[in-house]
């Protein structure tokens, strides 16, 4: 009796946050997962060194259409997830040309590439809400108005929209999930939640005196990153290419993830908690709060854990790690 291959899935920026909680999920619906990696210098696998076994690591880079090519060609995948970007705000008002390459571009390259291969493959672009910036309503749906407020952003907008072009002119199957914040014990230490549980773990155990944070006020809507890639997933599964707005419906202030984290800890934030103007945005962006209605009608989707869960799971991770960073010290 024949068996029926598995399904095949590529997926850019496999190494980072998203891409390891993609990969994990989908190796857990039976796929032959492909991820994308650079040619770099130093290799960081450490999101998915836990499943490293499991996955087929083909080299390729946004930046090169030709390596784009010729990957698609060789791997021949039915669903792409395009996760990869330069996606640090900040650095994007350093490196905007680069941030544009890679992130509004690289897109294109992607899609020019499904296009001249296989234009059956289905395709994720990872778009943000960051592409609202200087919010024109609240909450933000589908429908609300783009004013990006960073070079990331309008990176973002283009990406976006190039995918939406090639939907509607070559009826490829393409979607732009537009997620809100989503964070995970995987974040980087640059991004400020994971800056914060880091920072509030290091102080616990009398590493750190304090933390240096930027606008304290910034609003944000919150998510687990791996309740989100599942939604990426769902979207690639419908009858028709649509867009989607991935959120938790709620707001929280960084404040408020300093008074969870340090809380959690024993701790009173406002003793450690410095304000440092060398860490505000040239261009701030004060109040992100998705909508997702249409994705909870239309895929079914929920996110499963609270801000307050993933603050706590986020600060007893990093406990955990500065323990052992301590113990492996002496």
């Not at 800056?195 to 910034?218: F, H, M, P, T, V």
């Not at 410095?274 to 909508?291: I, N, Q, S, T, W």
Request: with cysteine; net charge neutral; glycine share 8%.
């Amino acid at each position: 009796m024949a068996t029926t291959p598995a399904r095949r899935a590529l997926i850019t920026g496999v190494t980072g946050q998203d891409g390891s909680y993609l990969a994990d999920f989908l190796l857990e619906q039976g796929y032959e997962v492909y991820g994308v990696v650079r040619r770099a210098s130093t290799e960081t696998f450490e999101r998915i060194n836990h499943i490293k076994n499991q996955l087929t690591l083909v080299q390729a880079d946004l930046t090169d259409q030709v390596s784009m090519i010729d990957v698609i060609g060789s791997v021949r995948p039915q669903e792409i997830y395009n996760l990869a970007a330069q996606s640090f705000v900040p650095t994007s008002w350093k490196q905007p040309i680069l941030t544009g390459e890679v992130t509004a571009l690289g897109v294109t390259r992607m899609l020019e590439a499904i296009r001249l291969v296989d234009k059956g493959i289905r395709f994720y672009q990872a778009s943000s809400s960051e592409m609202f910036g200087r919010v024109q309503e609240t909450p933000q749906t589908e429908k609300t108005p783009f004013y990006p407020r960073s070079p990331y952003g309008v990176a973002k907008v283009y990406g976006h929209w190039i995918t939406v072009n090639y939907r509607e002119s070559y009826g490829i199957f393409a979607v732009s999930g537009i997620l809100f914040n989503h964070e995970s014990p995987r974040r980087g230490r640059e991004f400020v939640t994971r800056k914060i549980s880091y920072g509030a773990a290091q102080i616990k155990y009398g590493l750190a005196k304090e933390l240096r944070l930027g606008n304290l006020d910034a609003k944000r809507d919150w998510g687990f990153a791996a309740d989100y890639v599942r939604a990426m997933w769902m979207m690639l599964q419908q009858k028709e290419p649509e867009d989607y707005v991935i959120s938790s419906n709620e707001t929280h202030t960084v404040r408020e993830v300093c008074e969870l984290s340090f809380g959690h800890l024993g701790l009173d934030w406002q003793q450690f908690v410095k304000v440092d103007p060398e860490f505000y945005r040239p261009a701030e962006v004060h109040h992100l709060h998705g909508d997702c209605t249409k994705a909870r009608a239309r895929l079914g989707w929920r996110p499963e854990v609270s801000f307050s869960e993933l603050i706590r799971m986020m600060v007893d991770t990093d406990l955990a790690r500065v323990r052992k960073e301590l113990g492996s010290s002496k």
